[in-house]
């Protein structure tokens, strides 16, 4: 479980709230515990590591998104209708996507994320269907806190990476 101001939690909440124009779907993070009611959107970050160094507060993130609806009441065209629309709210504006992240989080700076894989349609041993993403994200927990976040990723300044290292 994850703590408020971890970057995996930030990184839950900011992705959640890409999908609130999805209509008609429940959005649950991993802190949510209880049942979770069909349609429903779960949303899991994990750090994957740390980049440029140890301790440096760079991270790599998985963040899964995954959709889940009944077989009773959702036919296989309406459960991918819906699975498009949650797709195309993660690219709703002419912006990429870690913009998008950036622009509904104030905790967390984004300097790269992209949609790294995607799983099928299935139908479950509970008579659900169920289709998920991946999104790959590098992130740094507080935009002000460490001075590395503060460097420049570009090939302009690569001289900074010599003080961290």
Do not use: C, H
């Amino acid at each position: 479980m994850s703590i408020p101001n971890s970057p995996d939690y930030q990184l839950e909440q900011s992705v959640a709230s890409l999908f609130s124009a999805v209509t008609g779907v429940n959005v649950y993070t991993t802190r949510r515990t209880g049942a979770r009611l069909f349609p429903y959107i779960t949303i899991s970050a994990r750090p994957a590591g740390q980049l440029v160094t140890p301790y440096s507060g760079v991270y790599r993130m998985e963040v899964a998104v995954d959709y889940s609806d009944t077989t009773a009441k959702t036919s296989s065209s309406t459960f991918d209708e819906t699975y498009l629309d949650i797709f195309a709210s993660l690219y709703g504006t002419q912006n990429d996507l870690a913009f998008e992240i950036q622009d509904s989080s104030v905790d967390l700076k984004v300097y790269m994320a992209r949609i790294s894989s995607q799983t099928p349609t299935i139908q479950a041993t509970k008579s659900a269907w169920k289709r998920g993403l991946v999104i790959s994200a590098i992130v740094t927990p507080d935009p002000t806190g460490d001075g590395v976040s503060e460097l420049d990723f570009s090939e302009y300044l690569n001289s900074q990476y010599l003080a961290v290292i």
